[in-house]
């Protein structure tokens, strides 16, 4: 099967779903037989991008080499899903604009919603000063401005988010119209 590659960036809250999402489109993508790769950013930070810290320049240049490699596989055909907070829009932007072939998710859900699905009590932890630089608490995140999908997972079902993203790539012509959601 020839495929088209593209870069689909999940961005959102730590808690709001992006992992979530990202292993349930890795099942559909497996099953319809794709080439995907998936940049996890908990993954990506133990790894390509160790020795950064939280600043907004490591967190830039975490996104940064993020894109790199994205840009890589996207250029070689292959579906790359990004599952990273990424909270500035401006370096969502630059590395947008160096792949081209890029479809931003904002996966959506009120602080109060992540928050509360909180597994590794981050949260809890920035709340109580223990982490200094932690996005939504003490850092911003800033919403892309016009993602090509917005996934509300405290309003929706994780199959609706899905949808959402497999209609929107067959959309684009980035996988064949009619493969199973």
């Keep these: ?6 870069t689909v960036w999940l961005t959102g809250l730590s808690g709001a779903g992006k992992t979530t999402i990202t292993e349930a489109l890795q099942k559909k993508l497996t099953e319809e037989g ?3 790769e998936v940049l996890d ?3 990506v930070r133990t790894n390509l991008t160790k020795g950064l810290g939280f600043s907004k320049e490591d967190r830039d240049e975490n996104v940064r080499r993020i894109g790199f490699v994205s840009n890589l596989l996207t250029r070689h055909g292959v579906i790359v899903l990004v599952s990273a907070i990424s909270p500035y829009r401006e370096i969502r932007e630059e590395v947008r604009g160096k792949i081209g072939d890029f479809v931003e998710v904002f996966v959506n859900a009120p602080l109060a919603v992540c928050e509360d699905r909180d597994v590794k009590g981050l949260y809890k932890k920035a709340r109580a ?3 200094k630089t932690f996005t939504g608490i003490t850092d911003p995140y800033e919403a892309p401005a016009n993602p090509e999908i917005e996934c509300r997972t405290d309003l929706e079902e994780l199959e609706e988010s899905v949808a959402k993203v497999w ?3 067959e959309e684009l012509g980035y996988i064949a119209q009619g493969a199973a959601v």
């Design 34 to 36: 794709y080439d995907f």
């Design 41 to 43: 950013g908990d993954i």
């Design 167 to 169: 209609s929107k790539l």
């Design 1 to 6: 099967m020839k495929q088209r590659g593209v």
């Design 129 to 131: 000063g223990e982490i």
